[in-house]
């Protein structure tokens, strides 16, 4: 056992392809499914809790009546934005404790909240510091959208209005979109993992990696690209039962709402929010799965600045030696001109 440990410890930080990263992240996460869902049980089912809240919420709420309860329904949903980004904190927390545990020890933790329980702390407020920088760059980028929008808009004049106006709006989000995902959510997969993995303030880790992120671009997308695609496909497989009690109360309501008198059997409400809820719970559990295969990517693009460094070392030390060299024998035969002289 402790040989393994030794091997696992040993190989974590190696230069790996997108492939090993995924194949590797997948071996973990399902050589410990039981573990991890014994260490992150409970954060997931705040989670679960709060997704449940607000799909329910969101259901309830007679589209007619939006307008006139805009204040309520504004402050309803700040709380349980709140409350979904503290549970989140707190999720992340959980889940870079293990992480960070995996790092040092090469094994993950078999018990969590008494050992670690500072750890969990530590990174849920780094989680939502980060967080907060994220919201931060997004009202931003917002900001920017609008302004260009507009920019455009009245360069145009009359010619804005109408269809041109609607392909203005299109032309102008689809550039926006497009400047995010190469500035900033590629590179920032890497960034994140890095400022969550590391104990650096945000700035300081961000202007240390996001060079390194772009330098890794092609690799941090591929396999993003294919954990996304394997992620989001079983999720929307779990959600199945979900979607189909959303739909069939969806099509009830507007059923009544002309005129049918047939409703919702006697707890159908019940019963959907027990579905959500194990749906949610489901959602969020699979959903982590994301992160293992970016961990060995983070891993991997250490190892690459580590051996460009140790490198680079190297290369300055063998032009230190030859330069040495160069300087020694021009001086012997500095010497030996005038001793011959």
């Known amino acids: 056992m402790e040989k393994e440990e030794y091997i696992q410890k040993e190989s974590f930080f190696k230069i790996r392809s997108y492939t090993s990263c995924f194949k590797k992240g997948f071996e973990l996460y399902i050589r410990n499914f039981k573990l991890l869902f014994k260490l992150l049980w409970l954060p997931i089912l705040f989670s679960a809790l709060?997704?449940?809240?607000?799909?329910?919420?969101?259901?309830?709420?007679?589209?007619?009546?939006?307008?006139?309860?805009?204040?309520?329904?504004?402050?309803?949903?700040?709380?349980?934005?709140?409350l979904w980004l503290l549970i989140n904190c707190f999720k992340f927390g959980t889940l870079f404790s293990i992480f960070n545990k995996y790092k040092e020890d090469g094994v993950l933790p078999t018990t969590l909240f008494k050992t670690l329980k500072n750890n969990i702390f530590h990174y849920s407020c780094r989680t939502l510091k980060f967080?907060?920088?994220?919201?931060?760059?997004?009202?931003?980028?917002?900001?920017?959208?609008?302004?260009?929008?507009?920019?455009?808009?009245?360069?145009?004049?009359?010619?804005?209005?109408?269809?041109?106006?609607?392909?203005?709006?299109?032309?102008?989000?689809?550039?926006?979109?497009?400047?995010?995902?190469?500035?900033?959510?590629?590179?920032?997969?890497?960034?994140?993992m890095r400022y969550m993995m590391g104990n650096e303030g945000f700035l300081k880790s961000f202007i240390k990696s996001y060079k390194i992120a772009f330098r890794h671009w092609g690799a941090i997308f591929a396999l993003s690209l294919i954990t996304s695609i394997v992620t989001v496909g079983i999720v929307l497989l779990l959600n199945m039962?979900?979607?189909?009690?959303?739909?069939?109360?969806?099509?009830?309501?507007?059923?009544?709402?002309?005129?049918?008198?047939?409703?919702?059997?006697?707890?159908?409400?019940?019963?959907?929010?027990?579905?959500?809820?194990?749906?949610?719970?489901?959602?969020?559990?699979?959903?982590?799965?994301?992160?293992?295969?970016?961990?060995?990517?983070?891993?991997?693009?250490?190892?690459?600045?580590?051996?460009?460094?140790?490198?680079?070392?190297?290369?300055?030390?063998?032009?230190?030696?030859?330069?040495?060299?160069?300087?020694?024998?021009?001086?012997?035969?500095?010497?030996?001109?005038?001793?011959?002289?």
């Open 131 to 192: 967080d907060l920088w994220v919201i931060l760059y997004l009202i931003i980028a917002f900001a920017m959208f609008g302004f260009i929008f507009f920019a455009i808009k009245q360069g145009l004049g009359v010619r804005s209005t109408g269809i041109m106006g609607y392909l203005i709006f299109l032309f102008t989000g689809l550039l926006i979109m497009l400047f995010h995902l190469v500035v900033f959510n590629i590179p920032m997969i890497y960034v994140g």
């Open 50 to 82: 709060i997704q449940t809240a607000f799909v329910y919420f969101m259901q309830t709420i007679p589209q007619t009546s939006i307008p006139e309860n805009l204040p309520f329904l504004l402050t309803i949903g700040g709380i349980l934005l709140v």
């Open 241 to 341: 039962p979900e979607y189909i009690l959303l739909i069939v109360r969806r099509l009830s309501t507007a059923s009544i709402e002309f005129g049918d008198t047939a409703g919702l059997p006697q707890g159908f409400v019940i019963f959907s929010l027990i579905v959500i809820f194990l749906c949610s719970f489901l959602q969020v559990y699979v959903g982590l799965f994301y992160y293992f295969p970016m961990l060995f990517q983070y891993a991997s693009i250490e190892s690459d600045v580590l051996e460009r460094q140790e490198q680079d070392k190297l290369n300055a030390k063998e032009d230190y030696d030859t330069m040495t060299s160069l300087a020694s024998k021009k001086k012997y035969e500095e010497e030996n001109f005038i001793y011959r002289s």
